[in-house]
């Protein structure tokens, strides 16, 4: 006998995940919370049907939970996006049974939010990124406190460009109070630390990107260097999944935010969508395409010549150099 079809909603968390499982009709033929295991999962949905979707909100271990039962269990699992999940719910009362069903519903209505569930390999280029991220942020905040310190004690600083090796040579023999001194030294052992570390996690990813076309292809355009070409590849990962370049660009953070009403148009910043560190990297992009290429320096003096901002016109730089680059980029068959 042919299992009927049903579809599910898991509300995962590291310890529990809840199971829902609906028919066709909607009924609710199972709602409980079992391990977060794939064995635990799938005996809990295996005798109630054949499994249409498995619809999995998208969270931290969401994406691992997602592959491992795909390969694993062979259940035809989706990420769904948790911003839009989120603004369908009407039940003022949240818990996990009421989640659960709602992703299991969505899935079955054919509304599901889903969003791309990233290979292995670009899941692990995504936490070398990160990984990086984190140690340039906690450099930035060594060479910070070491200023902060100088200023503190007014120290006179010599008419060098700053984290120079002369100035850093006249900072390591500079007079300074002993405890500013210890503390400053103390800076500067964890910022050749730091730096150690950054040069081996960028040794980490030219190795682990070597022959990805896409990595290669990226880095043969102007004006993208090692660092915003893993960037893109890790968050991006195919080019080919976005529809146009406006949508790409507004996954990256680039796209003005509407505010508008009634007679009155407006815009209001840009939309908090993808990670900030990519959106960092793209408008730091962005600033060196304004000094050196033509096409984009005429596109910067335009807007500012009409009054907009230096910040506003980089952003516009930056988003119309995404949408450029979409194009570029599926010239050519993507790699996986």
């Given at each position: ?22 028919d ?22 295996g ?34 996006h948790?911003?839009y ?12 049974l ?17 969003v ?39 120290v ?22 002993p ?36 990595v290669?292809?990226?880095r ?15 968050d991006?990962?195919?080019?080919d999944?976005?529809r ?39 408008i ?25 901002p ?7 730089v ?6 450029w ?9 993507a790699?996986?």
């Open positions: 006998m042919e299992k009927i079809r049903v579809w599910v909603g898991l509300d995962y968390h590291q310890r529990r995940t809840q199971v829902c499982v609906v066709e009709q909607g009924a609710v033929l199972c709602n409980r919370s079992v391990p977060s295991q794939i064995g635990e999962i799938t005996r809990a949905v005798p109630l049907g054949r499994p249409a979707c498995v619809a999995i909100e998208s969270c931290s271990g969401a994406a691992q939970l997602a592959h491992e039962l795909i390969e694993q269990a062979g259940l035809p699992a989706r990420l769904t948790p911003g999940v989120n603004r369908m719910r009407h039940n003022p009362d949240k818990s996990d009421s989640d659960a069903r709602l992703l299991a519903e969505l899935a079955r209505s054919g509304f599901l939010p889903e791309w569930l990233a290979p292995e390999p670009i899941r692990d280029l995504r936490c070398l990124t990160q990984r990086r991220v984190q140690l340039v942020q906690q450099r930035r905040q060594a060479k910070v406190r070491i200023l902060a310190l100088l200023r503190e004690r007014r006179a600083e010599p008419p060098l460009s700053r984290w120079t090796r002369a100035w850093m040579a006249w900072l390591i023999e500079a007079d300074l109070n405890t500013v001194r210890w503390i400053i030294d103390g800076l500067l052992a964890d910022l050749g630390g730091l730096g150690e570390q950054i040069r081996a996690v960028e040794a980490r990813l030219d190795e682990q990107t070597a022959g990805d076309r896409v290669e292809r990226l043969s355009i102007r004006g993208i260097g090692p660092v915003t070409a893993w960037m893109l590849r890790a991006i990962g195919r080019f999944r976005f146009t370049g406006k949508q790409l660009s507004r996954y990256c953070g680039l796209s003005p935010r509407n505010a508008s009403s009634g007679e009155r148009v407006a815009d209001a910043g840009l939309v908090k969508a993808g990670r900030g560190a990519l959106r960092t990297v793209l730091q992009s962005a600033h060196r395409l304004c000094r050196y290429d033509e096409r984009w320096r005429r596109l910067f003096e335009s807007m500012r010549e009409r009054g907009k230096t910040s506003v016109a980089v952003a516009a930056a988003n119309r150099w995404v949408r680059l979409f194009h570029r980029m599926n010239e050519q068959p790699a996986a």
